[in-house]
């Protein structure tokens, strides 16, 4: 826990009492207070190449009157840093008449241990897996022409501090391991990445030489690359793989389902309320409250604690995402989505851990199924368009599919479909719900968090395959 | 008010100092403020105003041939002094790297040029506002528009680069921003477009209802589209995409992907990658410029380069470590480029638009879809159908993908070069993509 007032002139009682000055006739608000370490560790090209340490310490004081959001911020917790924020808001806020809203649900839950991964793992045992990598990975052939293995790890304090001093605090730790391998034969290069991650210690992830596993998917990804050919063009079938193909969901309809597109009307889903948006049998949840994972949070960055929100239920639109300003606005409750990515940032409503659960149907009857198209495993990123909803990602593994089986492995290819159409063409929900390793980050406005996805295999009867095959 | 070049010497010294007393061989530094002040509109009404003051420290600390950095935001003396503390334990404790150094001396700056980098004037959040509800009136105008956001940001900077060779300089940078993102809606469709304008100085920042209109015909024009069926076409890509191409050009070419073998570009310095016509530059002292600068990010001095010429690939984009690698001084390219652009071609964009008799016009992709290890390219993308020199509808939900060794090859530019960004193209044609829709 970080006393973010120690070594300051300002005291706590000051402070609260300057947020309660300014916010006495605004809506909503709060002082958020941030303390943060982070490290990273970086092997490339057979060296340690980077070791890196930052340390970030700040407040973001926000008040909110009607639809007006006003935000300061800066690195100095001070007390004549806090009266220019408090100024600063006041000159934006002219004449507000607003009440308060006191309201905060509460709970003891949490979701994660409050540890700080950094210090539970020596500097040079770190470099030692890391170079244990390196070797394993170059000792598997002359194929290996370059390895890049790193350790991201994070600790992060915030308290929450509202008008009347209600204090709400969370201390989150967060690791990510990443390994980058590429291979060359014949003259030809690919590259494979694969990492594991989440809210625990670092050991979590790499005990028993976990980090072995690691490198076998990174290095398989990349050996299957070697051997594929050009990617077809056009509409046609295609099978997702479980787990981590989930940012599908994620772009496809995860975006498009935030509280402040909705209100705003800029979504493509900001009508479809209740409606039928995809197959019977999809069902779509964000869930901040699975212990450990990249995407949980025990509160989130308003003082809110998480929850399991029915965004899809069997294929029935039920909830967006919400934030507490636009909960508000749009009369209903904040879901515990409001996030930022540090003191700089406004808050938004963003996505935790976005999952598709499971059907019925098995991944070898979907493949049946196609007589032409394709079968994607792996991803790199995808993008959407909230607007027109149309969204895309990149496959790193895939394969084609002919008369009802796994082909030669294809190219990278860009894959792109229509959000609000896209789940209404799912036709089989496979048995096999998988969560993601552990590695995703969203954008948003400028802004990144750590999220999940899950999802079981889908096969999806048409979608456009961007390759240059026609 | 950003701090001053004293205040911000002051801290460096004291890090670099520090540094050398708890047993650094060399150190450098970098201290740098921001204050930023934005103020957001939408429909027409105050939505957001935000100000950040933030100042930061990186140091890197070397013992020998170890390297290890830190950065903070918080620069405390007491701080500072547990952090380098900290940074130089873990540089003892991290292996040594032979390539490991400061620039050599003789290639650092010497003389900083004024390059009109800084605007002294001061645009109030009131005026800030006037000028939102211009832009905002002008691009709320016609009824399909259903939603705008504007923004407007002044941002005002300054840094410190110092190392324990001496070098030690900095100075103020400026940068004015407006932005407005439209949204358009009719029975069958809702598109979202924007227009932007960005400028070192104040007055030069493009006419608020200009920028509206702008951004709301864009809009417009992509109401109602259609999907086209799969083909081979030639693509001709808006100045907004086609800085793209420049942008993955430029990874390709860095020293860092050549020296690790990780380009589609390695070895190929001397060989023609782009068609005869080509020719690209990299000009760090271009007045105003977006992407001007004295030096690199590691006081390198920054000569401009003549990156291709006449398809020609003539230099890597080279710093101090990877240089040392690849036995190649430093071209002061640590960081990027600065203003990175394609010469212009030799054809109006009318005879561009003109070239085949039916071709698309890209004016947004999404998605990340270069490869610079293989030179695979494949992107969502939004535009119009061109045919015989007329915009004819818009189209939406295809891909394109080719790769970049075919795509260089076959650029053809127009000769409506504009210094609207850091990285600038003139409109683009490409002979031989493959478009996949229905």
């Given at each position: 826990m970080s006393n973010f007032?120690?070594k300051?002139d300002l005291?706590?009682?000051?402070a609260e009492?300057?947020?309660?000055d300014?916010?006495q006739k605004c809506?909503d608000?709060?002082?958020y207070l941030?303390n943060?370490k982070s490290?990273?560790i970086?092997?490339?090209d057979?060296?340690?190449k980077?070791?890196?340490?930052n340390?970030d310490?700040g407040f973001?004081?926000?008040a909110?009157?009607?639809?007006v959001v006003a935000?300061?911020h800066s690195?100095?917790?001070?007390?004549n840093?806090?009266k220019?924020s408090?100024?600063?808001?006041?000159?934006t806020l002219?004449s507000?008449?607003?009440?308060?809203?006191?309201e905060?649900?509460?709970s003891n839950?949490?979701?994660y241990?409050?540890?700080?991964?950094?210090?539970?793992?020596?500097?040079?045992e770190?470099i030692?897996?890391?170079?244990?990598?390196?070797?394993?990975?170059r000792s598997?052939?002359?194929k290996?022409?370059?390895v890049?293995?790193n350790?991201?790890?994070e600790?992060?304090?915030?308290?929450?501090?509202?008008?009347?001093g209600?204090t709400?605090?969370?201390?989150r730790p967060l690791?990510?391991f990443?390994?980058?391998?590429?291979v060359?034969k014949?003259?030809?290069k690919?590259?494979?990445?694969y990492?594991?991650?989440?809210?625990?210690s670092?050991e979590?992830?790499?005990?028993?030489?976990?980090?072995k596993?690691v490198?076998?998917e990174?290095l398989?990804?990349a050996?299957?690359n070697?051997?594929?050919k050009?990617?077809?063009?056009?509409?046609m079938?295609v099978?997702?793989?479980?787990?981590?193909?989930a940012?599908?969901?994620?772009?496809?309809?995860?975006?498009?389902?935030?509280g402040?597109f909705?209100r705003k009307k800029?979504?493509a889903?900001h009508n479809?309320m209740?409606?039928?948006?995809?197959?019977?049998?999809?069902t779509?949840?964000?869930?901040?409250?699975?212990?450990?994972?990249r995407?949980s949070?025990?509160?989130?960055?308003?003082?809110?604690p998480?929850e399991k929100?029915v965004?899809i239920?069997?294929?029935i639109?039920?909830?967006?995402m919400?934030d507490r300003?636009?909960?508000?606005?749009?009369k209903t409750?904040?879901?515990?989505?409001?996030?930022?990515e540090?003191y700089?940032?406004?808050?938004l409503?963003?996505?935790?851990?976005?999952?598709m659960?499971s059907?019925?149907?098995?991944?070898?009857e979907?493949i049946k199924?196609?007589?032409k198209?394709?079968?994607a495993?792996s991803?790199g990123?995808g993008?959407?368009?909230?607007?027109?909803?149309?969204?895309?990602?990149n496959?790193?593994?895939?394969?084609e599919?002919?008369?009802?089986k796994?082909?030669?492995?294809?190219?990278?290819?860009?894959?792109?479909?229509?959000g609000?159409s896209i789940?209404k063409?799912v036709s089989?929900v496979?048995?096999d719900?998988m969560?993601?390793?552990?590695?995703g980050?969203?954008?948003?406005a400028g802004?990144?968090?750590?999220?999940g996805v899950?999802?079981?295999?889908?096969?999806?009867?048409?979608?456009?395959?961007?390759?240059?095959?026609? | 008010?950003?701090?001053d070049?004293?205040?911000l010497k002051?801290k460096?010294?004291?890090?670099?100092?520090l540094?050398?007393?708890?047993g650094?061989?060399d150190?450098?530094?970098v201290v740098?403020?921001?204050v930023?002040?934005?103020v957001n509109f939408?429909?027409?009404?105050?939505?957001?105003?935000?100000?950040s003051d933030?100042?930061?420290?990186?140091?890197t600390t070397y013992?020998?041939?170890?390297?290890s950095s830190?950065s903070s935001s918080n620069?405390?003396s007491?701080?500072?002094?547990?952090?380098?503390?900290?940074?130089l334990?873990?540089?003892?404790?991290?292996?040594?790297?032979e390539f490991?150094s400061?620039p050599?001396k003789?290639l650092?700056a010497r003389e900083?040029k004024?390059?009109?980098?800084?605007?002294?004037s001061?645009?109030?959040?009131n005026?800030?506002i006037?000028?939102?509800?211009?832009?905002?009136?002008?691009?709320?105008?016609d009824?399909k528009?259903?939603?705008?956001?504007s923004s407007?940001?002044?941002n005002?900077s300054n840094?410190?680069?110092a190392?324990s060779?001496g070098?030690?300089d900095?100075?103020?940078?400026?940068?004015f921003?407006?932005?407005s993102?439209?949204?358009a809606?009719?029975?069958?469709s809702m598109?979202r477009?924007?227009?932007y304008?960005?400028k070192?100085f104040?007055?030069d920042?493009?006419?608020?209802?200009?920028?509206?209109?702008?951004a709301?015909?864009q809009t417009?024009?992509?109401?109602?589209p259609k999907k086209i069926g799969?083909?081979?076409i030639a693509?001709?890509?808006d100045k907004?995409?086609?800085?793209?191409?420049?942008s993955t050009?430029?990874?390709a070419?860095?020293?860092?992907?050549?020296?690790?073998?990780?380009?589609?570009?390695k070895?190929?310095?001397n060989q023609k990658?782009?068609s005869d016509k080509i020719?690209v530059?990299?000009?760090p002292?271009?007045?105003?410029?977006?992407?001007?600068?004295n030096f690199?990010?590691e006081g390198v001095?920054?000569d401009?380069?003549?990156?291709v010429?006449?398809?020609?690939?003539?230099?890597?984009l080279?710093d101090t470590y990877?240089?040392k690698?690849?036995n190649l001084k430093?071209n002061?390219?640590c960081?990027?480029?600065?203003?990175?652009?394609?010469?212009n071609?030799?054809i109006?964009?009318k005879?561009?638009l003109?070239?085949?008799?039916?071709?698309l016009y890209i004016t947004?992709?999404i998605?990340?879809g270069?490869?610079?290890?293989?030179?695979?390219y494949?992107v969502?993308?939004?535009?119009?159908?061109v045919e015989n020199?007329?915009?004819?509808?818009?189209?939406?939900?295809?891909?394109?993908?080719?790769?970049?060794?075919?795509?260089f090859?076959?650029?053809?530019?127009?000769?409506d070069l504009e210094f609207?960004y850091a990285?600038?193209s003139?409109?683009?044609?490409?002979?031989?993509?493959?478009?996949?829709?229905?």
């Amino acid at each position: 826990m970080s006393n973010f007032f120690k070594k300051s002139d300002l005291s706590r009682k000051e402070a609260e009492s300057i947020i309660s000055d300014t916010l006495q006739k605004c809506d909503d608000g709060e002082l958020y207070l941030e303390n943060s370490k982070s490290e990273s560790i970086l092997l490339d090209d057979n060296k340690i190449k980077n070791s890196s340490y930052n340390s970030d310490l700040g407040f973001g004081f926000r008040a909110i009157s009607d639809e007006v959001v006003a935000y300061s911020h800066s690195n100095e917790i001070s007390k004549n840093s806090l009266k220019q924020s408090s100024e600063n808001l006041k000159s934006t806020l002219k004449s507000v008449k607003g009440t308060y809203n006191h309201e905060i649900p509460k709970s003891n839950k949490k979701y994660y241990d409050n540890i700080n991964p950094i210090e539970q793992k020596s500097l040079n045992e770190k470099i030692k897996i890391l170079n244990d990598v390196n070797d394993y990975l170059r000792s598997k052939g002359d194929k290996v022409k370059q390895v890049t293995a790193n350790f991201l790890g994070e600790q992060k304090s915030v308290e929450i501090i509202r008008s009347g001093g209600e204090t709400l605090s969370d201390v989150r730790p967060l690791v990510r391991f990443n390994v980058s391998v590429m291979v060359e034969k014949n003259g030809r290069k690919e590259s494979g990445v694969y990492g594991v991650g989440g809210r625990q210690s670092y050991e979590s992830y790499l005990k028993d030489e976990n980090w072995k596993s690691v490198c076998d998917e990174a290095l398989r990804i990349a050996s299957v690359n070697l051997e594929s050919k050009p990617a077809p063009a056009g509409e046609m079938k295609v099978v997702l793989g479980p787990g981590w193909p989930a940012i599908l969901i994620h772009e496809a309809v995860g975006h498009g389902l935030e509280g402040d597109f909705n209100r705003k009307k800029t979504s493509a889903f900001h009508n479809l309320m209740g409606q039928k948006v995809a197959s019977e049998g999809v069902t779509i949840i964000d869930d901040g409250t699975i212990d450990n994972r990249r995407g949980s949070l025990t509160i989130d960055d308003e003082g809110t604690p998480t929850e399991k929100t029915v965004l899809i239920e069997n294929g029935i639109l039920k909830n967006f995402m919400q934030d507490r300003l636009n909960a508000r606005l749009m009369k209903t409750r904040s879901t515990g989505s409001g996030r930022r990515e540090n003191y700089r940032h406004i808050v938004l409503p963003r996505m935790r851990n976005t999952m598709m659960l499971s059907g019925k149907q098995t991944q070898e009857e979907m493949i049946k199924a196609v007589d032409k198209g394709i079968f994607a495993v792996s991803f790199g990123g995808g993008q959407v368009d909230i607007t027109s909803g149309k969204f895309v990602f990149n496959c790193t593994e895939a394969y084609e599919i002919i008369d009802g089986k796994i082909g030669s492995p294809i190219k990278g290819a860009t894959l792109i479909g229509d959000g609000p159409s896209i789940l209404k063409e799912v036709s089989m929900v496979g048995n096999d719900m998988m969560m993601d390793p552990g590695i995703g980050t969203c954008g948003k406005a400028g802004q990144g968090v750590p999220v999940g996805v899950a999802q079981p295999s889908i096969l999806i009867d048409k979608m456009t395959v961007g390759g240059t095959k026609l | 008010m950003v701090k001053d070049q004293e205040f911000l010497k002051k801290k460096a010294s004291y890090c670099l100092d520090l540094a050398k007393k708890l047993g650094a061989t060399d150190s450098s530094v970098v201290v740098k403020n921001s204050v930023s002040e934005t103020v957001n509109f939408r429909n027409k009404k105050l939505d957001e105003a935000n100000r950040s003051d933030d100042l930061g420290i990186s140091i890197t600390t070397y013992v020998g041939k170890k390297k290890s950095s830190i950065s903070s935001s918080n620069l405390l003396s007491d701080n500072l002094n547990i952090l380098i503390e900290k940074c130089l334990e873990t540089t003892k404790n991290t292996p040594e790297d032979e390539f490991n150094s400061l620039p050599d001396k003789d290639l650092l700056a010497r003389e900083v040029k004024d390059l009109d980098l800084y605007d002294d004037s001061h645009i109030a959040n009131n005026q800030k506002i006037d000028y939102l509800k211009k832009l905002e009136a002008a691009a709320s105008n016609d009824k399909k528009i259903v939603n705008t956001e504007s923004s407007f940001t002044q941002n005002k900077s300054n840094f410190v680069l110092a190392n324990s060779e001496g070098f030690c300089d900095g100075y103020k940078t400026s940068s004015f921003t407006a932005s407005s993102v439209t949204v358009a809606k009719d029975e069958k469709s809702m598109e979202r477009d924007y227009e932007y304008s960005s400028k070192c100085f104040l007055k030069d920042l493009d006419d608020a209802d200009e920028l509206g209109n702008l951004a709301a015909n864009q809009t417009i024009r992509k109401l109602s589209p259609k999907k086209i069926g799969s083909e081979k076409i030639a693509i001709i890509f808006d100045k907004r995409i086609a800085k793209g191409i420049l942008s993955t050009f430029a990874s390709a070419i860095s020293s860092s992907a050549i020296s690790r073998g990780t380009s589609f570009l390695k070895d190929k310095v001397n060989q023609k990658i782009f068609s005869d016509k080509i020719n690209v530059f990299d000009k760090p002292d271009m007045l105003k410029g977006l992407g001007s600068r004295n030096f690199d990010s590691e006081g390198v001095k920054t000569d401009t380069l003549k990156l291709v010429d006449h398809g020609i690939l003539k230099h890597y984009l080279i710093d101090t470590y990877n240089g040392k690698k690849l036995n190649l001084k430093s071209n002061g390219r640590c960081g990027g480029t600065s203003n990175l652009y394609f010469e212009n071609g030799n054809i109006s964009f009318k005879d561009l638009l003109n070239s085949n008799s039916k071709s698309l016009y890209i004016t947004e992709t999404i998605g990340h879809g270069s490869n610079i290890v293989t030179g695979d390219y494949s992107v969502g993308a939004t535009g119009f159908l061109v045919e015989n020199g007329e915009f004819k509808y818009p189209i939406n939900e295809i891909t394109i993908a080719g790769n970049f060794k075919d795509i260089f090859q076959n650029i053809t530019l127009a000769n409506d070069l504009e210094f609207k960004y850091a990285t600038n193209s003139p409109t683009m044609l490409i002979e031989g993509m493959v478009v996949a829709g229905k």
